[in-house]
């Protein structure tokens, strides 16, 4: 029995050591386990960290390359952004560089930022970002559209507006200098800006105002709903002036108006235009019209016709794939499709008559003539045109004055929409505008029809008071990385 005993024993003792040694393994497993995992859990944070600090360097060189843009001279120079390497981003070894790439009108910028990898060495953590931003066109003063309301003439007091040979005005007037109204010319009530406007005066004169021969402004019936004149009326003038000098309103105002004629900035929308000079077609059919044809805005591209025997069409679409501006002719249809700000450095012609559909704005540099029929943004040139559907705004860049004219209408040409020239504007038998035309000095004779349309919604490009200035703006959707 003691042998037997003996013998279990030592088989217990045995067991005992077998579950000791394998109790100690699991806890060294154990041990290990959560070793190995406070180290991984150091090295995940500091990786994090290192990523961080990356992200933080891209976006602190991103910011500093909007800075050096942003106040670069001129945003269309390639060398408006130099590029940058490895400049410190932080007090821990954080770095960036950047490069921005030009596209006109597109910059394209770049950013790489690292950070140090402080747990395993070697490579830095980096992380790459990117951003584009367009050149745009803004105007600071805006686009006073009580400016656009009117016919404008800016020509100081001395200079007399000319309403003659049986002229009916229906578009309100505003004039710097002086207003003479002669041969049964006369000016209308226009009920649509009496109640649009019903304090604002329908004639707007800084100088003084003549009649002579069956002239009148309104009548005892259908009187204006106000009359404005710096001088007043009559060869020696009386202000106010009053139903004896055949003028009837509801109100005279004795004080001189005080509005200013916008401002035509030939030279940024040379640079701006898309499509333009800077900015030709990137896709085009048939032969569109040339917009320059020495890369220097001097109006010598001679005489570049709109409305052509056969069809184009030109678009420009910036590298975002936004397309700016575009431009396209049909002639089966005589129909011409317009969008955005267009600028040719010459004169511009309408050999055929067209109906246009779309807004913008269209400059020349030299003079723009209708020599073959209407322009209208409706068929037929009817009362029915909305122009916050169709409106074309024509910029004449000449300075050419009586007896040449920066845009002439006539001989039963038509245009509805909005002229401003750098020079006079001529209207004469039996043309017309549905509109407004705003320019150094306005003439009008021979049986001319003027025909009042309100504006309000402004044209990309029109121009506005104190004219534009290049800015950035970021592309919406286009951030990377």
């Known amino acids: 029995m003691r042998q037997r005993l003996s013998r279990r024993l030592r088989s217990e003792r045995g067991m005992a050591l077998v579950m ?97 990898n402080k747990t395993q060495g070697g490579k830095p953590w980096s992380r790459t970002i990117s951003r584009k931003v367009r050149i745009t066109a803004s105007a600071p003063g805006g686009v006073s559209t009580t400016v656009w309301n009117y016919l404008y003439s800016d020509a100081p007091s001395g200079g007399c507006l000319n309403l003659a040979n049986n002229s009916a ?24 800006f009496a109640t649009s406007f019903p304090s604002t005066p329908q004639v707007q004169v800084g100088g003084k105002i003549t009649l002579n021969n069956n002239a009148y402004i309104g009548t005892s019936a259908r009187k204006l709903n106000g009359v404005q004149t710096g001088l007043g009326c009559g060869s020696t003038p009386h202000n106010p002036c009053t139903s004896a000098d055949k003028v009837w309103a509801d109100q005279y105002v ?65 590298s975002t794939g936004s397309t700016l501006g575009s431009i396209a002719w049909n002639d089966t249809t005589n129909v011409l499709t317009i969008s955005g700000t267009m600028f040719f450095d010459g004169n511009v012609n309408f050999s055929q008559g067209a109906v246009y559909t779309g807004r913008a704005t269209i400059y020349a540099a030299g003079t723009v003539s209708l020599s073959g029929g209407s322009v209208c943004g409706i068929a037929s040139c009817t009362n029915s045109w909305d122009s916050n559907t169709n409106l074309m705004v024509l ?45 150094r000095q306005i003439f009008i004779a021979n049986n001319a029809m003027d025909h009042y349309v309100p504006f309000g919604t402004p044209v990309p490009g029109q121009p506005a008071q104190g004219g534009y200035t290049d800015t950035l703006v970021i592309v919406p959707g286009s951030f990377g990385g």
């Open 254 to 318: 004795t004080s001189a108006p005080n509005l200013s004629k916008p401002v035509i900035d030939l030279a940024t929308w040379y640079r701006d235009a898309a499509p333009g000079p800077n900015h030709p077609c990137s896709s085009s059919t048939g032969t569109p019209p040339i917009f320059d044809t020495n890369s220097t805005q001097d109006a010598g591209a001679g005489t570049i016709n709109l409305t052509p025997a056969g069809s184009y069409s030109c678009a420009f679409t910036d």
């Open 169 to 192: 005005i229906g578009t309100p007037l505003y004039l710097r200098g002086d207003l003479c109204l002669g041969n049964n010319a006369h000016i209308d009530r226009n009920d649509t």
């Open 20 to 116: 000791a040694v394998g109790i100690m393994a699991v806890l060294l497993v154990a041990s290990v386990t959560a070793t190995d995992y406070t180290f991984a859990n150091t090295r995940s944070n500091s990786s994090s960290n290192a990523a961080n600090l990356a992200s933080t360097a891209a976006e602190t060189g991103m910011n500093s390359a909007f800075s050096v843009l942003f106040n670069a001279a001129d945003y269309h120079s390639g060398s408006a952004l130099p590029s940058v390497s490895n400049a410190s981003a932080g007090p821990n070894g954080e770095k960036y560089s950047y490069t921005g790439v030009l596209n006109d009108p597109v910059w394209t910028i770049t950013v790489t930022g690292t950070a140090p």
């Open 395 to 439: 910029v004449a860049g000449s300075n050419n004055q009586s007896p040449s004219f920066a845009m002439s209408l006539q001989n039963n040409a038509q245009f509805q929409g909005a002229v401003e020239c750098n020079g006079d504007f001529n209207e004469s038998n039996n043309a017309g505008v549905w509109g407004s035309v705003i320019a």
